[in-house]
Structure formats: structure tokens, C-alpha cells
């Protein structure tokens, strides 16, 4: 399959005719398998290295149009200490913020080791020309993005211009410089898994570096089967070029029950070697004050009240 994909995108018609060669999805099997490993149970000692891992995964975000320099300065000092009264709790991975306050974020984390995340190529519709996006993403890189989250333009894929999409990641890509690229799918508008597959394969041919679910703005987000899905895409990916790529689900994962969840598909789906902030990110603002909760608990046998932690 190595060599058969140099050619992969000669073409539209090379394009279509891999993708859609790609083996169908079994959508039963998918749900089943994802439901099952979802009644997994992890005990205590166990819980307490997965709450802190998941933490430890969270890309922090705020990506609305009221957003302002101060709450990003907010978000990114409890990206650096989620829990002010206990300096044990990890940082989170990544603070993820529009082009325009990506120097305002990296101001606030200087070399605290948090990355900053810029969305970019006109979030989250899509809708843009390439040099708009190219612009966009190159902007966000002059101000100190570490990572681009982009979108790609849904209405092209299931169109079936595969190329389009193909030459629009791979000139984000090489806008991005030194920075990473994620490549958000918007699995909810794609509507079968067999396109979840499709388009996970062709982020990752044009030089993603993670594949993600979701803007958080569509609904059915980070579901566990489109996951998994995608998990499966970037296992048989390193097996057919030897390039790993990263996952990101995002979108609709609100509990420390959710984001343990995501781990057990992580470990039985594509191995422990994925379980590393590098390979695997949560997009969750709204998940990280649960797993304090949660960690709080395992640590003192109580809860603090919701209104413990700060809200982002």
C-alpha cells in the first residue's frame, strides 16, 4: 500500500477510487463494540492515573465572539494550575483560543509548557477561499500558535471533490510551518461512518497530524463509535506508511465517566502508546472541572461543592 499511495492524489479519480476502496465500516459492529467497552470499570488506583492523564490531555478552550483578552488570561492561568489550592494537578495540554488572541495567550503561559491552539481557515463553517484560510493560519502562526486546529470544507467532501480538500489541508499544512495541524472532520455533518473513515484517511494523506471529531458547534459531536472509527484509521494509517497520527475528540464530553471512557477506546484500540498528551487530546473546557471534582474525591473522600472551581 506504500507505494500505491505516492500517486493517491494525482487526481480526484486516484482520490475517490483509494478512499472509497478503503474497507466499508460494519456501523453495527461499530456501536456495539464502542457500547461495550464503554461499561468498562476502573478501580480506584487505576481512576486516579486516568483522571490525571485526561487532565493532563484537556485543550482548554473558548471560541465564542464575546471572548476578550481577559478571559483568555483567566483560562490560561487555570490551564497552568487547574486546582490554585493543590499545585499536585497537572497542567492541561493546550489552551485553544480564535487567531486574533493567540498573542494574548502565549503572553499569559510564557514558558509554562502549555500550548497554545488557534482555529483557523474560517471556523467553523469553512467557508472561505484558500487564500483567506492560508492567511488566517499563517497569522495565527506569527502570533505563537504551537497548533492549528483547521476545518476542512464539508460541502466539498461530500461532493466528492476530495482533491479540493486534499490540496486545501496540504496548503495549511505548509502554512503552518513548524506548528501541528489538526484537521477537524465536523463528523456530524459527514453522516456515515464509512465517511468518518474517508476523511480521516484523507487528513491524514495530505499531512494532519491529528484527525479531529468536531468543531463543538455541530451536533452529534465526539461520539464513542465515531472514535473509534477514527482511531482504527490511524492505526491502519501507521501500519500502511509508518507516520503516527494523533486523535482529538471534541464536542460533548462532560464527565470524568466520558473521558475515561475515551481512554479505554484509546488503550484497546490502538494501544498504550497513544495514551500520551502527544497522541491524544480531549476537547473539553467544560469536562476539566468534573475530573477536579473527581480527583478532589479519590484524594479526600468528598466532593467539592460545583462551585469550587472557576468557570471558563
Known amino acids: 500500500m506504500t507505494t500505491s499511495l505516492a ?13 472509497h476502496g478503503l ?26 492515573w486516568a483522571v490525571d492523564l485526561a487532565i493532563r490531555m484537556v485543550d ?18 487555570k490551564a497552568v494550575r487547574p486546582d490554585p489550592s493543590d499545585p499536585s494537578v497537572p497542567k492541561v495540554a493546550a489552551v ?13 503561559l510564557g514558558g509554562s509548557g502549555v500550548k497554545v491552539a488557534s482555529v483557523a481557515t474560517a471556523f467553523p463553517s469553512g467557508r472561505s477561499s484558500l487564500d483567506v484560510k492560508v492567511a488566517e493560519t499563517a497569522f495565527a502562526v506569527s502570533a505563537g500558535a504551537d497548533e492549528i486546529d483547521m476545518v476542512i470544507d464539508r460541502g466539498a467532501f461530500l461532493s466528492g471533490d476530495y482533491l479540493k480538500v486534499f490540496e486545501e489541508i ?18 456530524g455533518e459527514l453522516a456515515t461512518y464509512d465517511n468518518v473513515r474517508r476523511a480521516s484517511w484523507l487528513a491524514m494523506l495530505a499531512g494532519g497530524d491529528f484527525v479531529k471529531t468536531s468543531t463543538g458547534k455541530v451536533q452529534p459531536a465526539a461520539t464513542l463509535p465515531v472514535t473509534l ?45 497513544w495514551l500520551d498528551p502527544d497522541w491524544f487530546r480531549l476537547g473539553a473546557s467544560s469536562v476539566l472541572n468534573d475530573l477536579l471534582m473527581q480527583r478532589q474525591k479519590l484524594a479526600t473522600g468528598r466532593y467539592a461543592g460545583p462551585d469550587y472551581f472557576t468557570l471558563d
Open 229 to 273: 472509527v477514527m482511531l482504527e484509521a490511524v492505526r491502519d494509517f501507521l501500519s500502511a506508511t509508518g507516520r503516527k497520527v494523533g486523535v482529538k475528540p471534541a464536542g460533548g464530553i462532560r464527565t470524568t465517566k466520558d473521558a475515561i471512557k475515551m481512554l479505554v477506546l484509546v488503550n484497546e484500540t490502538v494501544g498504550e502508546g
Open 7 to 19: 500517486d493517491v492524489a494525482s487526481s480526484n479519480v486516484a482520490l475517490r477510487n483509494f478512499l
Open 23 to 48: 474497507p466499508g465500516v460494519d456501523r453495527v459492529g461499530a456501536d456495539q463494540r464502542a457500547a461495550m467497552l464503554g461499561t468498562r470499570s476502573i478501580k480506584t488506583t487505576a481512576k486516579a
Open 96 to 108: 485553544c483560543v480564535y487567531p486574533d488572541l493567540v498573542a494574548q495567550a502565549v503572553g499569559a
Open 60 to 77: 482548554l478552550t473558548t471560541l465564542e465572539g464575546a471572548d476578550t483578552p481577559g478571559k483568555v488570561r483567566a483560562m490560561c492561568a
Open 170 to 187: 496540504a496548503a495549511v499544512k505548509a502554512a503552518c510551518g513548524e506548528a501541528h495541524l489538526k484537521v477537524i472532520l465536523e463528523t
